[in-house]
């Protein structure tokens, strides 16, 4: 409904100066957006909070230990970036930092639940997470918040792209010279007792890197090529990029059997490439360029062949000749806690995740949700994570300049990918790429790298409205 002053004139006040048409009501959004966020941050710690308090009830019957901290971490969490986009980022999307929050309060309630069932289960000799993912929670908010401080452009982050991508490419490559085997693949760093996975940060830095390289090149390379099979494939020269990206992406999975990260890093760039030349040739040539480096890769990697034997046969381990042959049986555990959990699921804390095995705070949480919430918890994550995609392009439909659009498009991208092949792993659509689930699994890097993720969202998100709605106190 429009108000009696929507799209009334405000004069500039100045002798002479032309009229200027502007929206009063838009004027206002500003800090009506923050109110809206601070509602919805409420919302988001109290529902956080009844299910840390309704696990322990379940559990052992009363409040769990810690309780207060964990509320005061949760509360802080909530208001410390409110506090900071208010102040920083005051137009950018209420939704990004509520949805963030919601699915990090989740997974904090799902790992200190699972830190209970594990400490009464020694010989799967798992380690608490639930105390750390706190810790590296607060350093992820403290990143979003730091970098909005820090980068009032986003803008700025295109004078550095090469130089973005050398350090990502470094990044990419280090675990394969400094990382032992561990659970098959070579993805970490380790410094000490931490532990880093740069594949979560790098990420970020190719999706900075494909939005300046596009924005620069996108007319080269939507040139039409020859005709072949009713569509005109790209030209040869500027066929380049998407073959050096695909032997990349091969490098990554040989070396250090990354099949996850390899699938991530090539389907931004088929993502970014299309929607930055508006040509399905190069979509087609990705798609056929992806499936026979997965057949070669599949067929001579031990690693990956052996994910994709666990795929097509994911009940085999449960047989006479699986069990002596000593066959990895998460797969079907966590295809038997999906079954079991039905529509709604036991209820928090009243599952059995501790069958799954040591995977079951990283790769396999969401079968905790689909046990203990049923489909209709698993649903929600889903839309929680659709909907965080969805605020991402639709601040690349605002956004006026072709980089932050390309950014916010390719930021948003990456999570939808990591999603579909953590979610599409543990559900038997795909083989299991071993990546973790976004804001929810246990993991510092992976918790750092998509808080920073939320924050250039903002950021972008604000600057695009900053050019929408003119400033009320500027003449």
């Known amino acids: ?38 509602w919805l941050l409420a919302f988001v710690v109290a529902i956080t909070l009844g ?5 322990g009830l379940a ?13 005061g971490a949760v509360a ?14 005051a137009r950018a999307d209420p939704l990004l930092l509520p949805l963030a929050l919601l699915l990090t309060g989740l997974g904090l309630v799902l790992l200190q639940r699972l830190d209970v069932t594990y400490l009464a289960e020694p010989r799967l000799h798992m380690v608490p997470a639930g105390r750390g993912q706190l810790v590296w929670t607060t350093v992820g908010v403290a990143s979003c918040g730091g ?16 130089l973005m991508m050398a350090v990502a490419l470094i990044l990419l490559a280090a675990p394969a010279f400094f990382s032992a085997d561990q659970f098959g693949a070579k993805r970490w760093i380790m410094l000490g007792p931490l532990s880093v996975q740069p594949g979560e940060f790098v990420k970020i830095m190719i999706a900075v890197f494909f939005a300046g390289y596009l924005t620069v090149n996108r007319d080269a390379l939507a040139l039409s090529g020859r005709r072949f099979l009713g569509m005109r494939l790209p030209p040869g020269r500027q066929l380049g990029p998407i073959v050096a990206i695909w032997v990349l992406s091969l490098l990554v999975l040989v070396f250090e059997r990354d099949l996850g990260t390899s699938l991530i890093f090539f389907g931004l760039f ?23 480096g997965a057949a070669v890769v599949g067929s001579l990697e031990p690693h990956v062949h052996g994910r994709v034997e666990a795929w097509l046969h994911p009940m085999d381990a449960f047989t006479p000749a699986g069990q002596k042959a000593h066959l990895s049986s998460q797969l079907g555990q966590a295809l038997f806690s999906f079954g079991s959990g039905g529509m709604t699921g036991s209820g928090l804390g009243q599952g059995h995740p501790e069958l799954v095995g040591f995977a079951g705070n990283s790769d396999f949480i969401l079968t905790t949700v689909g046990e203990e919430l049923g489909l209709a918890g698993v649903m929600a994550v889903l839309l929680l994570y659709g909907l965080l995609a969805q605020r991402g392009l639709h601040i690349a439909m605002l956004a006026r300049d072709p980089f932050g659009k390309l950014l916010a498009t390719g930021l948003a991208g990456a999570l939808v990918l ?18 973790a689930l976004p804001f929810l699994a246990k993991g510092g890097s992976s918790m750092v790298a998509n808080w920073l993720m939320v924050g250039l ?19």
């Open 1 to 38: 409904m429009r108000g009696p002053t929507s799209g009334m004139r405000v004069r500039s006040g100045a002798p002479g100066d032309a009229w200027r048409t502007m929206s009063v009501a838009a004027l206002a959004q500003a800090p009506d957006r923050r109110r809206t966020e601070a």
């Open 51 to 55: 299910g840390h308090a309704a696990t």
């Open 59 to 71: 559990m052992k019957g009363r409040l769990p230990a810690g309780f207060g901290t964990f509320a």
């Open 76 to 89: 802080l969490f909530a208001l410390v970036p409110h506090l900071v986009v208010r102040r920083w980022a």
């Open 147 to 162: 970098l909005l401080i820090a980068l009032r452009d986003h803008r700025r982050l295109q004078r550095y792209i090469y």
């Open 270 to 292: 088929v993502i970014m490439l299309y929607l930055a030349t508006e040509r399905t040739s190069w979509v087609v040539c990705g798609l056929l360029l992806a499936v026979v």
């Open 418 to 435: 990591q999603v579909f092949v953590v979610t599409g792993g543990v559900t038997g659509l795909i083989p299991l790429t071993g990546k």
């Open 457 to 475: 969202l903002i950021r972008i998100s604000d600057s695009a409205r900053r050019r929408h709605e003119p400033d009320p106190h500027r003449p």
